[in-house]
């Protein structure tokens, strides 16, 4: 049978994270003061570590600049990207919380139908808290969520659930098009509430979207890497894409689950196309090739850590997907930076040694 | 000399001019709502939806004067609707089949008259059914009995049982057209998240008539609906999707829960209007509800029909699982042949039947039976032979055979069924065009 419904409001304040990547400036904070003032922020700036970013006051934060990035990481900096809000992963890898929300600097409070604003950092926390359901489709949706339940026909066997790893929240207004389907329709606008939260059933590929996304970063957080993009990269825009990628393959592999929909939040900034297309241009080629390969990759019984896992995908990124460019070489290599800097900040008893030389720290 | 509008009265103009853009009417004063009311009778403008604007301001005056002239809501006849010449469906290349667990169809038929009086429909009567059918004027119908079913199907096939919800499949037998629509006979059209009535019937002539998309999930759920579309990071190579073979529609009020949700919440109802279509992912299965399905009959007629049927099976939905069967044999074949399933819009609304507790107390077997069945389909890999509906389902009947045959005599008589059911289908379902077996 479905949960009862999780209590709102200042949940997990102090074991949830607020990460967010600026370049610009963090005006948009004063609108979700209401919602985020109860908890810890981490910022990323990137570009410039000689402007000062300003963060309103009365919010609890911490700020990395690309100099800290540098001093904290070291060589390992590389694996960080530059001028593009990839980098937003280094706040994952700092966080000592369990679960990150993570949101774009020109992404606001949007409203419901009734016009009532939504608090979308306590509908992600909700998803969070509450199961997946991977291995069978629900179609009355999240069985969790007050008001719903499963439908007949629905095993028992499969009712409780597995732990939700990530929950991806959706956009009003701008939605989030690629460069060409912005030409084509450059005054669409996401119109449509869709009252649902469900799981992306296991062996589903989906294109993650970075500006409205929450995990657990327990659960999943070496797996959330950013990959390289931006300054000196062949490609942007292309992050979230494929952390989402290795996300749902480790994902479906160790038994997690992730949920889309809700909550909302409103998109207020229609990026300009042309800059958009030369960023993807090469990702819109190399997406026929890397949906296959993620499609078709398998992990061994033998990885049983996120980390694991996560290095012998960097293995057959290495393998397979040097063909289409050897930027994927390089990629490969960074995975492997991001996984030793991860393990080094983020020491446990939990984790399994470093595969690659097997000395862990 | 003629007295020059009052900026009040140009003003009032120019709101009837661009009533459809308002949301809330409510901040007018009372006599200009009054003054602009009026205009819009006048001006030949007054719609559902506008009327519901004036209505939802509260205003006693404008109330009163809606009930003097006895304005009411009055569903068309014909709906205008956008959609249907988009898709450019004929209303000749769809059945809409009912099942008749119930004699009195009147107010079932009376309920859905604006929806269906444009289409043909095949009424089946549940053939345990003893009394006459009663049927309202004014549809273009068949109706199919026992007598009928006896004569078609005969004796050679004995597996198959036409009774209680089964008694729909001998419509989908008998059809001829391209699409059906099924929808059973205790539900009535819903009304969505605005109050607007719901045309279900050319919201899934348009989910089956668009792609689907099984490959790769569009987060934006179906990029074919308009307002949306493919979002970044969709491949291209994708985006033409497939054949869309079974829409599967949802209900509002009483949910299609199983006997034991239901009777744990005895007042669960739903009222969460999800306006979302998507297509359920290629190798994801779910449980297909028949209480409010449509489909490509030839890409999926082959998989609907009479098999699972349960020992004290009964007259409730509570009693079946005979739907869900199909529903796995159809995704699964969907999912070997590279077509698509639907879910989501549109809704009916479905009136509160039965017992959930009695339901309960007389059939369980179906969901001990669903530990059984959800693995098993999970496991099934269909051979590259198969290329057509009915190869892949006869592989499906071998594999019932070996696999779960032996662990309930349920799954033997199902296996059977399904083979006599495809053997039925190429001798009286198959083809389509104009010839028809008589109506008896």
Request: proline letters at 6%; aromatic letters at 10%; one cysteine or more.
């Amino acid at each position: 049978m479905a949960a009862a419904s999780v209590k709102p409001a200042l949940l997990l304040k102090d074991e949830l994270d607020i990460v967010i990547p600026t370049i610009r400036n963090l005006d948009f904070l004063e609108m979700w003061r209401p919602f985020f003032e109860p908890y810890h922020l981490i910022i990323v700036q990137d570009g410039d570590p000689s402007k000062t970013i300003k963060v309103p006051e009365g919010f609890d934060y911490e700020l990395y600049n690309r100099n800290d990035i540098n001093r904290i990481l070291g060589p390992k900096a590389s694996c960080i990207s530059f001028k593009d809000s990839a980098c937003r992963c280094f706040g994952y890898m700092v966080s000592k919380k369990k679960y990150i929300f993570t949101i774009d600097d020109d992404c606001f409070v949007a409203k419901d139908p009734s016009g009532k604003d939504i608090n979308a950092l306590e509908q992600h926390i909700k998803n969070l808290l509450t199961p997946s359901t991977p291995f069978f489709f629900n179609t009355l949706y999240d069985p969790y969520r007050d008001g719903a339940d499963f439908v007949r026909g629905y095993p028992f066997s499969l009712r409780e659930g597995v732990p939700t790893a990530v929950s991806h929240g959706l956009w009003l207004n701008i939605p989030d098009y690629d460069a060409p389907t912005q030409l084509v329709k450059p005054r669409e606008r996401n119109t449509r509430y869709v009252d649902a939260v469900l799981t992306v059933p296991k062996g589903t590929l989906f294109p993650m979207c970075g500006m409205n996304l929450a995990f657990n970063r327990e659960l999943i957080g070496p797996a959330m890497y950013f990959g390289l993009m931006g300054d000196g990269q062949p490609i942007g825009r292309y992050d979230d894409m494929w952390a989402g990628w290795c996300m749902k393959v480790i994902c479906d592999h160790l038994g997690w689950g992730v949920k889309t929909g809700l909550p909302y939040i409103w998109h207020s900034k229609a990026s300009n196309p042309f800059v958009n297309l030369k960023k993807e241009y090469s990702g819109i080629y190399w997406q026929e090739e890397l949906i296959p390969f993620f499609q078709a990759a398998t992990l061994p019984k033998e990885c049983t850590t996120v980390q694991q896992c996560y290095l012998e995908l960097s293995k057959q990124v290495k393998a397979k997907l040097e063909k289409v460019d050897p930027y994927f070489v390089k990629l490969a290599d960074a995975m492997i930076t991001w996984i030793e800097a991860w393990d080094e900040l983020n020491p446990s008893a939990g984790d399994s040694a470093n595969l690659t030389n097997g000395s862990a720290k | 000399m003629r007295t020059p509008p009052s900026l009040l009265s140009l003003s009032i103009d120019s709101a009837l001019l661009n009533l459809s853009n308002f949301s809330d009417l409510s901040p007018l004063p009372d006599h200009i709502l009054l003054d602009l009311f009026l205009r819009t009778l006048k001006a030949g403008k007054l719609t559902e939806k506008i009327l519901m604007l004036f209505m939802a301001t509260g205003k006693d005056e404008v109330l009163a004067l809606i009930q003097s002239l006895n304005i009411q809501l009055i569903t068309p006849v014909l709906p205008t609707s956008k959609k249907m010449s988009q898709t450019n469906i004929g209303d000749d290349e769809v059945d809409i089949v009912i099942g008749a667990l119930h004699a009195d169809l009147t107010s079932f038929l009376n309920e859905w008259r604006p929806l269906f009086s444009r289409f043909h429909l095949i009424i089946v009567k549940d053939p345990d059914l003893r009394e006459e059918l009663k049927i309202p004027e004014g549809f273009n119908l068949h109706v199919y009995t026992k007598s009928d079913i006896d004569r078609v199907v005969g004796s050679s096939y004995t597996a198959i049982n036409f009774s209680g919800y089964s008694c729909r499949y001998f419509g989908y037998l008998m059809s001829r057209k391209k699409y059906i629509f099924s929808v059973d006979d205790d539900c009535i059209p819903a009304k969505d998240d605005k109050g607007l009535s719901v045309d279900a019937v050319d919201q899934h002539i348009t989910n089956l008539a668009t792609p689907a998309t099984p490959f790769f999930f569009n987060t934006l759920y179906d990029p074919f609906r308009k307002g949306t579309d493919f979002v970044r990071g969709y491949p291209f190579s994708l985006r033409s999707g497939v054949t869309c073979a079974l829409s599967c529609g949802l209900w509002l009020n009483l949910a299609d829960h199983d006997a034991p949700t239901q009777a744990l919440k005895p007042g669960h109802r739903n009222s969460r209007y999800v306006d979302a279509v998507l297509t359920v992912p290629a190798r994801a299965l779910m449980p297909v509800s028949g209480v409010n399905i449509a489909f490509n009959r030839e890409l999926a007629g082959p998989a609907l029909f009479p098999g699972l049927r349960l020992a004290a099976e009964g007259k409730l939905r509570w009693e079946t699982v005979e739907d869900i069967w199909c529903g796995l044999c159809v995704k699964v074949v969907c999912d070997h042949l590279g077509l698509g399933v639907k879910t989501g819009l549109p809704y009916v609304w479905r009136n509160d039947r039965g017992n959930a507790i009695e339901s309960l107390k007389k059939e369980w077997e179906g969901v001990k039976l669903m530990e059984e069945v959800v693995p098993f389909f999970q496991s099934v890999r269909l051979s590259q032979a198969a290329v057509t509906t009915e190869d892949c389902m006869l592989e499906i009947v071998a594999l019932v055979k070996e696999r779960l045959a032996t662990l309930d005599p349920v799954f033997a008589r199902a296996a059977q069924a399904m083979a006599d059911w495809i053997k039925l289908w190429k001798a009286v379902g198959s083809g389509s065009g104009s010839s028809r077996p008589s109506n008896g």
